[in-house]
């Protein structure tokens, strides 16, 4: 089975950083893609950056400019650079795996995020 161990997640103030890490471990042949979602109280569960095992690489407009998604192939580990935060982006943060093909899903347990003063 599959496992995704994040960390990196804490408490921050506006304009602060924080770095996320998600390593996969695990029989894993194939894995298609890495990424990241978040889950605000009262909002629904939304993308925020992913990449490829290509390189292909996506950000939501929110955090264009302000988060960096990163990989280390040797290690199945996906990273996400968070700069200049803001209390918009307080939020459960998901690691996300796709493998197989596509066909199979995989998430991380969550890691809270908290920006405030």
């Known amino acids: 089975q599959v496992q995704l161990v994040e960390s990196g997640g804490g408490l921050v103030q506006p304009g602060g950083s924080l770095r996320l890490s998600c390593a996969a471990s695990g029989s894993i042949f194939s894995i298609n893609a890495m990424g990241w979602y978040r889950q605000a109280p009262g909002k629904q569960r939304e993308p925020v950056a992913s990449?490829?095992?290509?390189?292909?690489?996506s950000y939501a407009d929110s955090v264009k400019g302000r988060f960096t998604i990163s990989r280390d192939n040797a290690k199945n580990t996906v990273y996400l650079q968070m700069n200049s935060l803001n209390p918009e982006d307080t939020a459960v943060y998901y690691c996300?795996?796709?493998?197989?093909?596509?066909?199979?899903?995989?998430w991380g347990q969550g890691t809270q995020v908290t920006v405030s003063s």
């Open positions: 996300n795996v796709k493998a197989r093909n596509w066909l199979t899903t995989y």
């Open positions: 990449i490829t095992s290509g390189g292909s690489i």
